[in-house]
């Protein structure tokens, strides 16, 4: 996975095409469960979480298919994903809230080329899965009794090299790295209507949209910057924010909005580091955190190559993914101001060449 990520940069800096995501687990109700994918091992590693201090502690350890580039959760909890981009499939897990395991249910179900993101719909009745190989969105149909998946119809188009997914309410929108896009559906009965497609920086890879569901964030990759924009609650429909690109690190690769929907988060892969933003409430505008305190301000220093970054469902912390330091990089986050702070015995070591982090409500 490392790999891709890296590819993907020294391609496009030369011009040419791009190629390329409650119930308390755990032994006691002071942690809960969180998962990263090992790209380089085949593998995803449980994570059990400390609900005060955000400590991680490592606690078991899955196989998955070949080069795992993300993961998913059901909402009730019992069920995971894994999309496995080396092989074209999906692996389904159940999962023991005791122990934080995941056991693999075979056999793996097919997906398009080189599977790169997984989302679930707040039901939990639909799993979409983005071929970034082939251009396209797979949808599938989630056995509430077994999470076994059934392809619904045949995956819809996206633009070229789809990196990133997000579902908000009844919308989906995927980035498009080499269209310079975001596409964007409608989402009944597990199928996707399209929308329109939407103007967005340099090579977007990741997309979030805030709890409420009013804005959209992507991170352009090549221009290091966010694009924001405004979500017609009607028809999915993106307008851009009145100011549509804000400066990130360099590289942008991952963002997320934190619960209370107050804060953006970027993790930025070649400036090592973490920049976060206090959202407007009224127009969606990102403001980078600045204070007078030395060390406050944004951005926050993380491990080599945070490929990815995730809020903790609390609202108390967030994690970076940092795929060539091998670790996990936690922040406590200040829930008035937004400023990040580091959290107990971080970094966290987590295996070779993680790629994403999910975790568990």
């Known amino acids: 996975m490392q790999q891709r990520y890296l590819a993907v940069l020294v391609v496009a800096v030369s011009l040419l095409a791009i190629t390329s995501c409650g119930v ?14 090992l790209s380089s091992l085949n593998q995803v590693v449980s994570f059990q979480v400390d609900n005060g201090s955000g400590s991680l502690t490592l606690k078991a350890t899955s196989t998955t298919g070949t080069a795992p580039a993300a993961f998913a959760l059901h909402p009730s909890n019992q069920y995971a994903y894994t999309a496995n981009a080396g092989d074209n499939t999906i692996s389904l897990y159940r999962v023991n809230l005791v122990t934080g395991a995941l056991a693999e249910v075979l056999p793996r179900i097919a997906s398009g080329r080189n599977p790169t993101a997984l989302a679930m719909d707040a039901a939990g009745s639909v799993l979409l899965c983005v071929n970034s190989g082939s251009n396209s969105v797979s949808v599938y149909s989630v056995s509430s009794s077994t999470g076994v998946l059934t392809a619904i119809g045949s995956p819809a188009a996206t633009g070229n090299a789809p990196q990133g997914i997000t579902v ?16 964007a559906y409608t989402v009944a009965s597990g199928v996707l209507t399209p929308v329109g497609s939407f103007l967005t920086g340099n090579a977007p890879f990741a997309v979030a949209a805030d709890p ?9 990759m090549l221009d290091s910057t966010v694009s924001g924009f405004t979500i017609d609650a009607s028809t999915g429909s993106l307008k851009p924010q009145v100011l549509q690109f804000v400066g990130s690190g360099t590289h942008p690769s991952s ?7 107050k804060y ?13 933003y ?10 980078q955190i600045t204070s007078t305190t030395a060390g406050d301000s944004s951005p926050y220093a993380a491990g080599t190559a945070p490929v990815f970054v995730a809020a903790d469902p609390s609202g108390k912390f967030i994690f970076a993914v940092n795929e060539t330091s091998n670790n996990i990089t936690g922040f406590k986050i200040d829930t008035t101001t937004g ?10 070591t987590a295996g070779t060449s993680p790629v994403s982090l999910v975790i568990m409500k």
């Open 212 to 220: 409420a569901g009013k804005f959209l964030y992507v991170a352009n």
């Open 339 to 348: 400023i990040l702070t580091a959290a107990a015995n971080s970094p966290t």
């Open 278 to 287: 206090t959202i407007d409430a009224t127009t969606g505008v990102p403001t």
């Open 255 to 261: 963002l997320t909005v934190d619960p209370s929907g």
């Open 264 to 276: 953006l988060y970027v993790s930025n892969l070649s400036s090592n580091n973490v920049s976060g």
């Open 168 to 183: 908000t309410g009844n919308f989906v929108y995927v980035t498009n790295a080499n269209s310079a896009s975001v596409s």
């Open 24 to 37: 308390i687990g755990g032994s006691t109700s002071s942690t809960h469960w969180a998962y990263a994918t």
